[in-house]
């Protein structure tokens, strides 16, 4: 059977995701996604040894559009739904380039 | 070999019990030359002045939205690949690789993972600077994937906002990931010229550093050799790189930095996370920055948005057919058909391919292609960069160099005087006169260029010459080569034009003739 989820690799996720969790948090949800996991792991009962692997869920192929430019949406438009901008830009925390 | 460059470059690297290898690879991101962009119909422009005006939902990341593969992109990406020797997926697929930057609208770039469209190819390039031999460089893989858009950080220190544009969010993106052979500073910029130059010859990019339309980071590490044991330093990433120079000067200070590093530190390959540094232009170093997050830690899964994509042979000789003749094929070509010196046709294609165009042309039409390739290599190269201009706004247009060239051939001119003629076409076309083949006629007949080289005429002018000197006629039958000199000066003076050559052959001709009568 698949191993339990640990706190830890929650708290990883957690911090990868950009989530600060709570200890309260981290203890709930690593028990509630350690039985989402254990509920998908039903599914490595099934014997899947002459299977392939299947890179996508839909059977549709080549879905390609032609090199023609469509409207774009004007700045505003654009810009509407920022926090924070400046009329030309959206503005977002300074970013830190250097350790 | 890596050892000489190196200690070249670095002195401080003076330990000499010590041998070593560079070990580098680089990735280089081209942007292609689509109209639109690769997942929605935004127009594909570099616009720095009008940020944020080229998106819609779609590469705005909003939800509910759904990006449609870009037919075009797709057949530049094959083109590409195969021009890279790769082999071609009949299966490929994008993933979602997902990290956040304010850049990224969605949070996750679409990209390849495990499945990319084109694998295992290669790139040759030249040895050494003099094209001396050709070395293979293995490519690991080439995908496509979307442009992130761009921050402009604030650089007053004063803690203000950082500005995002997201017109470039979503613009179709090459991934040509090398193998570690490049084995020095010097040879990983020759494999970024040369993969310029084919890229620029399909015409799939316009390779611009300064638009960031190609762009480089280099993986670099050192085996270094202690008796019988290789020991290989930590890996680290360069990045920032905004120059094929830059890329040369970052891994020649990466050299002596990495073995200064593990002589103090000890550290090997495995001992220290990966590293990536930044490169500084202006005090041309490599700083640290932030450790690179593990691969793992992209969380990569198969994008439920696009629908893969099969490749049929169909489709790859389609493609394969609309492949121009690339660079190393026509510097091939031009050393065989136009008798070059491998230098010269490296140096003629090496200028791209409007370039070579230009000299085929002027070869072809004056039939010398040697004399085409020393004019256009030495003259209008020299020309061009005086005038900052590139072949398409070069004056003096192919045919009529042809035009000028062919009447050398013809003897109806030297060759210095064709560079006369050359340069004040040039002075005529910059003071408003454009070159033309009866420009050139012109020149010629009102500075009396014209080689003489009708033996009829020449005849009666050096009978004269020689009657007026008979001393000097005879001290050349005696043996005095010196004195043909100043008789042929005398027929030159006389009949302005008459070809020097032909002058001195009629003139031994006829002391050494009537003597013998």
Redesign the interface.
Known sequence: MEKTLTREEVEKVAVLARLKLSDTELDRFTAQLGKVLEYVAILNEVNTDDVEPMAHAVEMKNVFRDDVPTPSLSREQALANAPKTDGKFFLVPQILEEV | MAKRVAQRVEPMATDTTKDYTVVIGLEVHVQLL???KVF????NLFNPE????????VC?GMPGVLP???????RLALKTALALNCRIAR?T?WDRK?Y???DLPKNYQISQYD?PFSHDGWLEVASDEEFSEKRRIGIIRVHLEEDAGK????ETGR????????NRAGTPLLEIVSKPDIRSPAEARRYLEELKLLLTYLGVSDCNMQEGSLRCDANINLHLQEGDETIATPIVEVKNLNSFRAVELALQYEVGRQLDEFRSTGHRLGDVPKQTR?WDEKREIT?????K?EAS?Y?YF?D?DL????VSDKLLEEIRGELCELPAARRERFRQQYGLSQYDASVIIDQGRRFADYFERVAQECEDGKQAANWVTQDVLREMNQRKVDIDKFPISADDLAFLLKKISARELTTKSARDVFAELLAGADSGTPPSAGRIDQIINERGLALVSDAGQLEGVITAVIARNEKAANDFRNGKQAAIGRLIGEVMREVKGADPKLVRQMLIEKIVGSEEA
Do not use: I, W
């Not at chain 2, 700083?287 to 450790?291: A, D, L, N, S």
């Not at chain 2, 629908?307 to 099969?310: E, I, K, L, Y």
């Open positions: 689509t109209k639109t929605c119909g935004c127009v009008n940020p944020n005006v080229q998106t819609c939902p705005l449609v593969m870009n037919r075009e992109a797709f299966f697929k997902q956040y930057y304010p499945l921050n402009l950080h604030d803690g203000t906002d950082s500005r995002v544009d997201l930044g700083f640290g920055q932030r450790g997050e830690d969380r198969p439920p629908v893969p994509v099969t």
